[in-house]
């Protein structure tokens, strides 16, 4: 079992950063891959970051690319996600999430998310 709990969410003004974290719990080998997802208030859930094991392997999704920046630390058992250049688009929950392999099509483990809000 793998347990996840993130943080670092909060009200903010176009432009600013903000940095979540996940903090990881249980089975390591359950969590080689993490993720960070978002959903915004009546759209899908989406994946915006993903890291590998090694950290140096990660993949953004368009919309963030270039502003975000996903990491991990194992000696913490964190995730993060550093937000910069924020606008109200990126206004959402945000949710970690983490599987064992890249060949699972499917996140095992979810955290129960941060909100997000951006103002203009």
């Known amino acids: 079992q793998v347990y996840l709990v993130e943080s670092g969410g909060g009200s903010v003004q176009a432009g600013d950063s903000l940095r979540l974290t996940c903090a990881a719990s249980?089975?390591?080998?359950?969590?080689?891959?993490m993720a960070w997802f978002r959903q915004a208030p009546g759209k899908e859930r989406t994946s915006v970051a993903v890291?590998?094991?090694?950290?140096?392997?990660?993949s953004y999704s368009d919309s963030v690319k270039g502003r975000f920046t996903i990491s991990r630390d194992h000696a913490k058992n964190t995730m993060s996600l550093q937000m910069n250049n924020l606008t109200p688009e990126d206004t959402a929950v945000y949710y970690c999430?983490?599987?064992?392999?890249?060949?699972?099509?499917?996140?095992?483990?979810w955290g129960r998310g941060t909100q997000v809000t951006v103002s203009s």
């Open positions: 999430a983490a599987k064992k392999s890249t060949s699972d099509k499917f996140y095992d483990y």
């Open positions: 249980g089975r390591s080998y359950d969590r080689n891959v």
């Open positions: 890291i590998g094991r090694s950290g140096n392997q990660t």
